[in-house]
């Protein structure tokens, strides 16, 4: 059974900031591609950052230079710092597992920024 399990989500201050992390089993963690989505309220889901089995990054234009993504193969965890976060950061976090055809979802950890 495939689970990939969230936290670190909470509410920070504007400029504060977060670690998420996603730690995963009942997968070969070190092939897959890991990524972090987001969802807010009346919102359709987006991309925030990704990183494939050998390292390769990319994010969203919106988190550039405050976010981080890295993974921790031993651990079969993903993490994203979040650094210098805004309001509109405000979200439900999702973890993704994907390998070709295949993907896998987290149950989401929420973030709140606001003062």
């Known amino acids: 059974q495939v689970q990939l399990v969230e936290s670190g989500g909470g509410l920070v201050q504007p400029g504060g900031s977060l670690r998420l992390s996603c730690a995963a089993s009942?997968?070969?963690?070190?092939?897959?591609?890991m990524g972090w989505y987001r969802q807010a309220p009346g919102k359709q889901r987006e991309l925030v950052a990704a990183?494939?089995?050998?390292?390769?990054?990319n994010y969203a234009d919106s988190v550039k230079g405050r976010f981080t993504i890295s993974r921790d193969n031993a651990k079969n965890t993903v993490y994203l710092q979040m650094n210098s976060l805004k309001p509109e950061d405000t979200a439900v976090y999702y973890c993704?597992?994907?390998?070709?055809?295949?993907?896998?979802w987290g149950q989401g950890t929420q973030v709140t920024v606001s003062s």
């Open positions: 990183i494939t089995s050998g390292g390769t990054t």
């Open positions: 993704n597992a994907g390998l070709g055809l295949k993907h896998y």
């Open positions: 009942g997968i070969l963690f070190r092939v897959y591609a």
